[in-house]
């Protein structure tokens, strides 16, 4: 099992910036994905993002030209920058481990491992 520890949301103006940080801890040796999920009260989870061990990303369209997806060279810590967000990207943004390819996947959230308690993101208008 791995922890996940997500950072770096918090309020900004719209068209601002931020980036989020997700920390692995514990046995990340067999990590196959780290992905970015967000979810506001009352609405299913949304995939944002995900970064898979080879490197390789995938954004999610009402996102993509506006984030990215990032990680260490370790693999055990993700990142995502957000630029130009706008009131609809508010959400709590959740971070999610899979340890199985077919399981990393951002359109069946159930099936990922671990996640992480959120970081809150308020863009205002």
């Known amino acids: 099992q791995v922890k996940l520890e997500e950072s770096g949301g918090g309020s900004v103006q719209t068209g601002g910036s931020l980036r989020l940080s997700c920390a692995a801890s514990?046995?990340?040796?067999?990590?196959?994905?780290l992905a970015w999920f967000r979810q506001n009260p009352g609405k299913e989870r949304e995939g944002v993002g995900i970064?898979?061990?080879?490197?390789?990303?995938i954004l999610d369209p009402s996102v993509k030209g506006r984030f990215a997806i990032s990680q260490n060279n370790a693999k055990d810590t993700m990142w995502l920058q957000m630029n130009n967000l706008k009131p609809e990207d508010s959400a709590m943004y959740y971070c999610?481990?899979?340890?199985?390819?077919?399981?990393?996947?951002?359109?069946?959230?159930?099936?990922?491992?671990?996640w992480g308690r959120g970081t809150q993101v308020t863009v205002s208008s």
């Open positions: 999610a481990a899979g340890f199985e390819m077919d399981l990393c996947t951002l359109h069946r959230p159930q099936l990922l491992d671990s």
């Open positions: 514990g046995d990340t040796s067999g990590l196959i994905c």
């Open positions: 970064i898979y061990h080879r490197g390789a990303t």
